[in-house]
Every structure is written in C-alpha cells, then in structure tokens.
C-alpha cells in the first residue's frame, strides 16, 4: 500500500479530525485517531471486552467499523472542500482472530476519483512487542456534492 | 433469499441463543434476536445515538456488525454439534442512509457445506409502518472442527 | 431476488440487446441473451472446453464474465437515454464447480439510483433437467452521464 | 503487497506452470504465465478486439479471468504436494478502463494457510512506456486435500 497524494484541502487534517469527532459510534467504541495524512488515517482501537464475540475476540463487525472509518476517512482527506464521504460497499477478509492489548486499523487510499475513490485498509493487533495483521479490507468510497443532511 | 433447510443439531435454536448470549459487542449495542429458524435469523437492532457516523446514521461497521452476527448464526444454525463458526470474510453494500427507529438484520443462509457456508443478509430500517432496506451482505462462513478456544 | 421496476427509456430491450451486441467479448464465449424485463436479464452460456480451467470445469472468471454482463445490463434496463453503464466492483462466490451442459447467467437489480446502481446475479448449470446454483454475484455499477468514449 | 514465503513443495514453479497449461481458458484468451515465485504469479494478457465490452475496452470479467489465475497459482505455489486449488470467491475494483497494448496481472499471496489462502492482485496496463494500474483483487482460495476430480 502506498499513500502519495496531493490534498485538494490544505486543511484536510483539521477536517478529517472535526468529522471523526462527531462520529458517536468511535467514541462508544473507544476508538482515536492516531495519524491523519493525505490519502491515509490510523485509527486505534483498544481492546475491550464489551465488544467481542462469542470466543473473546473484538467482534468482526466492530473491527470493520473502526477500518470502514480509517478508509473513509484516508478518502476524506483527499476530498475537495464542498464534498462530503459516505460508504457504498466494502469487504472484509478475517486473517486472524482479533486479539490482542490493542488494535491499530489503517486506511490508504488506492485510487482517488471525482465521484468515486477506493480505499484499502489494514488492521494490525499490537500485544507486548508483536504486532500481527488481523484483518484487510477494500472499501469503495463515493464523493457527495451539496446535498441536503449530509455534510461532513 | 430462501432458507429451506434440515438442521443437523435439533437443538439449534437453543444452541444459536446462548452463543448470541455470549456476543458481549450485541449487548453492548442493545441488539437481539427476534428470529431463528434453520438457516434463518433475525436480529434487531434499536436507533441509538451513541452508533452514529457523521451524518447521524447508523455507522455502516455497526450494520454490519449485526448483519455479520445474522449470517453467522444463520450459517451455525445448519452446523453439526461438534462446530464451530468462524467468518472468513463479508461484503456489504450500503443502499441507503441507516436511519429509523430500529433496524432489522435478517442473515439466510445460501449454501451450506461441511466447511464453507455463504450466507446473505439485509437490513431494513423500520419507522413508524415503514420498511426499508439499508444494506445488503454476502458472507462466507467457515465451520471450525475440535479447535480449542474457538467453541460456540 | 425481485425485479419489480418502471424502465425511465421505453426502449429498453432494444437498446440493451444493441450494446450487448457490440460486446465482442460474448460472441467470444459464445453468450448469448436469452431474456431482458426490466432491471432483469439472462445470458446463456453453452459449455465449452475452450473455457475451462485445470479441472475440466468452466474458469470461475468466465462465469464472471457472463454474469458481470447480465448485472451491467440489468442496471443497464433501467438508466435514462443519456446514460452510459460503467462496473465499479464485483463480488463472485463460486458455490459449485461449473459444469453442465450450458449455464444461465441471471442479473437482477436490488436498487437502482441515479449514479450507483447494486444487482444481485446467479448462474444456474443445467444438465439434463437438472439445475443447480453454481454461482452468486454482487455488483456495484455507475451511471456515467455525457461522457466522450463511453457510449452504450 | 510483498511475497516472502517459504514454499512447501520445492518443484512449485514446474507444478504452476503445469497446471496453468491444463487452463484452456488462459490459451483461448492468450494469456500466458511471464513470472511465478513463492507466493507471486504474473500472467500477461495482450489486448484484443475480441475480449472487448461494448465500449472497446477488455471486458472486466475477462480481466478478472486472468487475474484470478494470477491470485489462485500465487495461492497453489505455497500448497504442499497433495493440495489443489479451488476459488471460494473474489472481489474486484475497476480502477480504469482496460486498454492498452497489454495487461500484466500480478496475485501476490496477503495471508496463506492450510485450508484457506487470502490473496491480493492487481492488474497494469502497458501502452508504450506507461504503466497504468487499471484493477485490483482480493481472492479467497481454498485447498482441496484428496479429492477425486480435483487435481492440480
């Protein structure tokens, strides 16, 4: 994965951070940005047992959602000022059960567009020193122009 | 979608409710079961501000989480007693903002195999007498044979 | 799967068997449409050894090929005049292997939208009588308006 | 992507090129295999009216055709002696329409395992000098022990 890009914001960090601030869900999930550059956010997620599955892994659904948000948001940041992002699809491949102290998922963008951008992201489960790629994802990521109730 | 199955364990139904149990995240999310028949489940899921994105909708990894745990319960459902259910990996296609009072997730399995199940889900948002889908998924499930730490 | 849809271009039919035609890759295989309603269309596929892979059975990315066509013409029924239908993505799950005698390819729209449309797609084998799920697909495709080279 | 893996049959190049020849759909496309090392496959495809959609470019599934024999050998050059290969299911992006002189298709093994092999692929463009990424793959392949009428 690589992430060269030209920002069309120059304020793109600031834009990305004040967005992800007004996602409830990441707070509830105790999620936080830990890197924002263009066209690639780093989210961590710590572990916590409120949100696993049924053998004590994070549930794969709480892992998309932190890794849906880091794509989107590796989108976002190469978006123009008057659009905002949302998700048409993505897919999700489970490498390794999610377990781990904490959870470090990275969204890169793999071809930005004027309407639509695809995005891949990586989720990496950090215990003492190890760090093991858990999850990968591909996510297609669509550019909305002023439109009513959804802005970013 | 169809879901006309003969399950192997003709105490599915018991079986699917205490893993669901075990899920901490559906808890933490306020989801339940509403339905399970052989190949089938339903799973709802109420609006709660603490899940949105942005916009204030539902978070899409959020849909996901619950339509993640429909399919998989679905494809257990069919599962001989000795199994074990594991996602591999999922698709989901967002159709339209994930807004309403509450939402439900219905996972039905596709085909079933000894090793690989793939299972739909969808999602519909309901408010008030109305009903519409949100999101649509496929998932490829993987029944997991006497491995320790990974038992339903 | 539904496709219950009012065509925007009263000469769907028309203008999709037109575009089909002009896909020499079709002829290539041998496909052929054998059926087109709105937001609904079946392509036939003879078996054929040209097309096979290491085990005898049709190559996965063939049956692709046949069911990425039926989606996009799908899709296709149901855009206004000016529109031109581009594939963004596609998801295939193989269910079985694909051998018979010949294959249909169905596509059908799950929700059509002014620039994104997602349909559902199954190919059947057909052997003797029998019938059988070989195939499933989810795909992603997008209305391209006015735009120079890509014409249907 | 990257590709540092330890094969287990020590004959893995003779094996995929071997199989690859039994693959009549690659000799009807007039794909061939340029590279293969542990865990990294490269097929290369020359463009050609005949594989064309309706707009001249290579039709997305035939794309996905070779790309999916890159993604799947990449995965069978990692399997012991006894296993073949089958495709559960994959994902593609169209990046880019699909023209040029010729398009090499690169799978390189993400996560490999006993049963199930996660790969990445990515197919270029070549027209004169330029290099051009036009579409990108995640697959998940299976390993088939044993199995009457499934031989590599």
């Known amino acids: 994965m690589s992430g060269n890009f030209t920002p069309k914001n120059p304020k793109f960090k600031q834009r990305v951070q004040q967005s992800f601030d007004r996602q409830q869900a990441m707070a509830t999930l105790g999620a936080s940005i830990i890197d924002i550059e263009a066209g690639q956010v780093s989210i961590r997620l710590p572990f916590n047992e409120t949100l696993t599955q049924q053998h004590g892994f ?14 989107g948001y590796a989108a976002f940041s190469l978006m123009p ?8 699809e993505y897919k999700i491949n489970l490498l390794s059960p999610a377990k781990g102290d904490w959870f470090e998922a990275v969204g890169i963008v793999k071809k930005p567009g004027r309407n ?6 990586e989720v990496y ?16 990521l669509m550019s909305i122009y002023d439109r009513e109730g959804v802005e970013n």
């Open 58 to 71: 994070i549930h794969a659904g709480i892992i998309s959602t932190v890794l849906d948000s880091a794509c």
């Open 81 to 88: 000022v008057n659009a905002a992002v949302l998700t048409i």
């Open 116 to 121: 639509v951008t695809v995005a891949d992201g």
């Open 125 to 140: 489960a950090n215990s003492g020193g190890d760090r093991k790629l858990v999850a990968s994802m591909v996510g297609t």
